[in-house]
């Protein structure tokens, strides 16, 4: 599918863009020259492709789940304004 100039100027208008007439040509080139290479990939075969997670074969490191620090919720609860139950109470701000 190609582009002319004139379909490149009403996709700038769109756009807000403004492009130059010596700048439309450019473009339309580009344009055109990536939609042949997106109908060049469409028309591969890919059926007996594996969708991919990731492009890399890489395997995530992990580490050990352990606690690192211990619970602190009383003690800061003590330096809230207001707290119930465990929770902190804030004052209404919808109605």
């Not at 208008?13 to 939609?35: C, G, K, P």
């Amino acid at each position: 599918m190609a582009l002319d100039k004139s379909e490149v100027a009403k996709i700038a208008h769109l756009a807000r863009l403004h492009i130059s007439e010596s700048e439309a040509e450019e473009v339309s080139n580009r344009i055109t020259d990536i939609l042949a290479l997106i109908d060049q990939m469409q028309s591969l075969d890919t059926e007996a492709i594996e969708p991919l997670a990731h492009p890399l074969e890489v395997i995530q490191r992990l580490r050990v789940d352990e606690v690192t620090e211990e619970n602190q919720r009383e003690r800061l609860q003590t330096l809230a304004p207001n707290s119930k139950d465990g929770l902190y109470l804030v004052p209404k701000v919808l109605e």
